[in-house]
């Protein structure tokens, strides 16, 4: 088992920064992969990022290529999602999902743990 807690999140302008956090515990394999999702009111989970555990590989959604990143601090359990020149359209609820598997995956039926969500609002 998993167990990841997102924090970070919050109002914020259009054109501002916000950084995401997710700590995670528990079993972390060295197969794990690490993503995040992000649901707007009346719209599916849809991927945004995601990264490997043991080398930092990292694939993204086309809608945030250049202007988010994740990385892992494998020292601290934690997994960030850095989110530049945001958008209104960014405005989700951000989460946090794991899965051990050496696939690459985008969905969110592909993922096995996660978080509980933090806010992100992004005012034009």
Known sequence: QVQLVESGGGLVQAGD????????????L???AMGWFRQAPGKEREFV???RWNNGNTWYADSVKGRFTI???NAK???YLQMNS???EDTAVYYCAAYHSLLVR???RGYDYWGQGTQVTVSS
Do not use: M, Q
């Open 49 to 51: 990022a995601a990264c």
């Open 71 to 73: 990385s892992r601090d």
């Open 30 to 32: 060295s197969n794990a």
């Open 86 to 88: 945001l958008k209104p």
């Open 17 to 28: 920064s916000l950084r995401l956090s997710c700590a995670a515990s528990g079993r972390i």
């Open 106 to 108: 985008t969905t969110a």
């Open 77 to 79: 359990n934690t997994v």
